[in-house]
Structures are given as structure tokens and as C-alpha cells.
């Protein structure tokens, strides 16, 4: 695959689960572009707005550094890992704590162009 097909965007700790995240990101994999912009301003998770951010981001990313168009991209390739955790410990009974586990994740989407990559496949 040549590389000049495809652009990216890349979310660095984004303050979600990781699993949570999994959960949207699972529906608009191999979604055209537009359908994905669809499906995540519909979807009623908090998670939604960090990947249409993302989304919007990679298509802009596209358009003007690749000159690809718009409305011929799909997600192809759209994946969430777990980034560094943060710690905070809260107060309990008899002097303990408690501690509470701030996750965050990394998450990359991958545009590509249908009628480019049917060319080189």
C-alpha cells in the first residue's frame, strides 16, 4: 500500500477507559466518512465527542495535505490503546485510603481514498 493513499489523526491521553472507547470506535471501523460522522453524532456515549474530533481532524488532514476528497474517504483503520494511568487516592475509614485509577487512551483513525485504494490493492 503506497502511503500517500492514507491519512491519520492521533488522540494522545484522552481521559476515557480504553474499553470504552473500544465500544465506539468498533461501530464506524470500515465506514465511509460521512456514515461515521453520522453514527457518532447519534450515539449517546460521552466517548463519541473525542472520536468526531478525531475524525473530523484525520479528514482535515486529507483534504489538505493528501488533496484527497472528502466524501470518497473511509475509516480503515481505527484503533484505541491504553495510555499511562493516573492515581489519586481518596480517604476511607480508620485512616486507609483508597486508591482511584484514572485511565486514559490513545486512539488513531486512518482515512483512506476508496477510488485510490481500489487501484492499489
Known amino acids: 500500500m503506497t502511503p500517500y493513499v492514507q491519512a491519520y489523526a492521533l488522540g494522545q491521553h484522552i481521559y476515557m477507559s480504553a474499553d470504552k472507547a473500544r465500544r465506539v470506535i468498533d461501530q464506524i471501523r470500515w465506514r465511509s466518512y460521512e456514515e461515521a460522522l453520522m453514527i457518532l453524532e447519534l450515539m449517546p456515549y460521552r466517548t463519541c465527542y473525542s472520536i468526531l474530533k478525531l475524525v473530523y481532524s484525520a479528514a482535515a488532514n486529507a483534504s489538505h495535505n493528501k488533496g484527497l476528497n472528502k466524501a ?35 486512539i488513531t483513525i486512518v482515512l483512506k481514498d476508496i477510488n485510490l485504494y481500489s487501484l492499489y490493492r
Do not use: Q, W
Open 72 to 106: 470518497n474517504l473511509f475509516i480503515c483503520k481505527a484503533e484505541v490503546n491504553e495510555s499511562t494511568t493516573m492515581n489519586k487516592f481518596k480517604p476511607r475509614a480508620r485512616g486507609r485510603n483508597f486508591k482511584i485509577k484514572k485511565r486514559t487512551c490513545n
